[in-house]
C-alpha cells in the first residue's frame, strides 16, 4: 500500500517562508505526476503546483514567481517552497501522487497540512 505524508506546514507572518515536504512509501510503485492542491475555508479545492516525471511544471497564477515544486526522486520526495506568504495563502496543503502500483494506475492523496499566513 502506498501512502503519502506531508510535513512542513505551520504559522508564519506574512512575507515569510515555508518549505512543504511530501514523502511517497510503500513497495513496488512508480511516480508520474507529483502535485501539491491546497483548500482554504469554504472554498473549493484548487491545484497549487505540479511537477511531472519529464521535469515540467505547472503553477496556478496567484502563486507563480512565489513557489516552487521540486522533487528528489531518489527519494520519492516532493518539495514545495512558499516564499513571500500572503494571507490568501493560508490554507490546508494537500500533496497528490500518480503512481502506478500492482499493475494499477491512480492518483493518491496525503492528509494534508496546515499552513497559517497572518497579516
Known amino acids: 500500500q502506498v501512502q503519502l505524508v506531508e510535513s512542513g506546514g505551520g504559522a508564519v507572518q506574512a512575507g515569510g517562508t515555508l518549505r512543504l515536504s511530501c514523502a511517497a512509501s510503500?513497495?513496488?510503485?512508480?511516480?508520474?505526476?507529483m502535485d501539491w492542491y491546497r483548500q482554504a475555508p469554504g472554498k473549493q479545492r484548487e491545484l497549487v503546483a505540479t511537477?511531472?516525471?519529464?521535469?515540467?511544471?505547472y503553477y496556478a497564477g496567484s502563486v507563480k514567481g512565489r513557489f516552487t515544486i521540486s522533487r528528489d526522486n531518489a527519494k520519492n520526495t516532493v518539495y514545495l517552497q512558499m516564499n513571500s506568504l500572503k494571507p490568501e495563502d493560508t490554507a490546508v496543503y494537500y500533496c497528490?501522487?500518480?503512481?502506478?502500483?500492482?499493475?494499477?494506475?491512480?492518483?493518491?492523496w496525503g492528509k494534508g497540512t496546515q499552513v497559517t499566513v497572518s497579516s
Open positions: 511537477s511531472t516525471s519529464g521535469g515540467s511544471t
Open positions: 510503500g513497495s513496488s510503485f512508480s511516480i508520474n505526476s
Open positions: 497528490s501522487a500518480f503512481i502506478t502500483s500492482m499493475g494499477l494506475s491512480r492518483p493518491y
